[in-house]
């Protein structure tokens, strides 16, 4: 490696296998050297993970984008008097997850929601309940610590029995969005209406103990600093120490358009999402899965992370609308041949997930 200094000494730590600390962290988003964060990420990866690339044959399942949240980031919601507005309903879903299950190796559902005003936790129990009965040999991955919170919020009921309820429903995992930046500045200024970075990390502990894995993210590219992000790294990489919960963690490079800071903040470059991606999976020691999310990275992108230490590809999706209302110019679904293919060509070995693990 063609480095000195601090930068010579984390070099040595990663290979040692020691733990990064803050410091460390800060050092390495401030650093330029963006081939040799790639190259430490990949030994790192192939230590842990082996040439083996996971991706999924799965179904996103977007209930409705009527969210009284209203998040700054966000182009997915609407109030429930917008044009664009939409509510699904039961049939909708069974008919939306009937089309995708066309294909034989659809193995499971991704339900995530805005936070309807008039919706009860009722209502959105019964669309796990009604799936996971139609669809029984489907996996129901389901729901951020923002929507359980909401749900518990709105209910009067513990974050535990809400959990609880949505288990015995049929839901085996809780999905990793809503953790945005997991300090309290930046959701007071972006997200105010919903969970805190406290709330957000409850929900994860608490369904870890019953049981429940969950994936966790970082929504990066926006108002927050560098030290934010590896103070949210570190936030994740201390529930890890505590629970083991955590199955996969996703990188989302934040897609400006038509949001609210549209006007203020340019959309993030490759050698941001590289580099990220390539720190996450050096500090997030403890986490074996680190995503590259074509949907939003754009497939080449997420391609050329499989060498930045991503050792996921996300999946087929079938119908995603959230992060296409933000821009999103990657295609709304990828046939499982292509993603394997893409897997190929950057020199792994594509490994289809058959259980909740990505």
């Known amino acids: 490696m063609f480095v000195r200094g601090d930068l010579e000494k984390i070099e040595q730590k990663i290979f040692r296998g020691e733990r990064l600390t803050r410091e460390d962290g800060e050092k390495l988003f401030a650093c330029n050297e963006l081939t040799w964060l790639g190259a430490l990420a990949d030994f790192v990866r192939k230590k842990i993970c082996g040439d083996e690339v996971l991706y999924n044959v799965n179904c996103h399942v977007n209930l409705t984008n009527i969210c009284m949240s209203r998040c700054k980031f966000c182009a997915f919601g609407r109030d429930d008097d917008d044009r664009r507005a939409y509510a699904m309903t039961i049939d909708d879903a069974i008919n939306l997850v009937t089309e995708a299950a066309r294909d034989p190796n659809l193995i499971g559902l991704h339900i995530v929601s805005g936070l309807h005003p008039k919706w009860t936790f009722e209502n959105y129990l019964a ?25 518990a919020n709105i209910s009067g009921l513990s974050v535990e029995e809400i959990l609880r309820r949505l288990k015995a429903a049929g839901l085996q995992a809780i999905a990793g969005g809503g953790a945005e930046i997991l300090t ?16 957000w990390l409850n929900v ?19 108002i927050e600093t560098l030290s934010e992000r590896v103070e949210h790294l570190i936030k994740l990489r201390e529930l890890q120490d505590e629970t083991g919960g955590f199955r996969t963690f996703i990188c989302f ?8 800071l549209e006007s203020e903040i340019r959309q993030t ?36 992370a499989l060498s930045f230490g991503a050792n996921d590809i996300d999946g087929t999706i079938h119908r995603e609308n959230i992060l296409h209302d933000a821009g999103a110019t990657s295609p709304r679904a990828l046939a499982e041949d292509e993603i394997i293919k893409i897997i190929r060509d950057a020199g792994r070995v594509p490994k289809l997930v058959t259980e909740v693990l990505s």
């Not at 994860?204 to 926006?222: C, F």
Request: net charge positive; charged share 20%.
């Open 204 to 222: 994860a502990r608490t369904a870890h103990k019953l049981g429940l894995p969950t994936n966790a993210s970082m929504l990066y590219g926006h």
């Open 184 to 199: 309290d500045r930046v959701r007071n200024l972006l997200c105010p209406k919903k969970a805190t970075a406290d709330q």
């Open 253 to 260: 490079p934040f897609l400006p358009k038509n949001t609210a």
């Open 269 to 304: 470059s490759m050698w941001d999402d590289l580099r990220t991606i390539a720190i996450s999976r050096l500090m997030l020691d403890n986490f074996r899965n680190i995503k590259a999310y074509w949907v939003m990275l754009t497939v080449p992108v997420a391609q050329v």
């Open 127 to 151: 669309f796990v309940e009604t799936l996971h009965k139609k669809f029984p040999a489907l996996y129901v991955k389901g729901f951020t610590g923002v929507e359980i919170q909401h749900f």
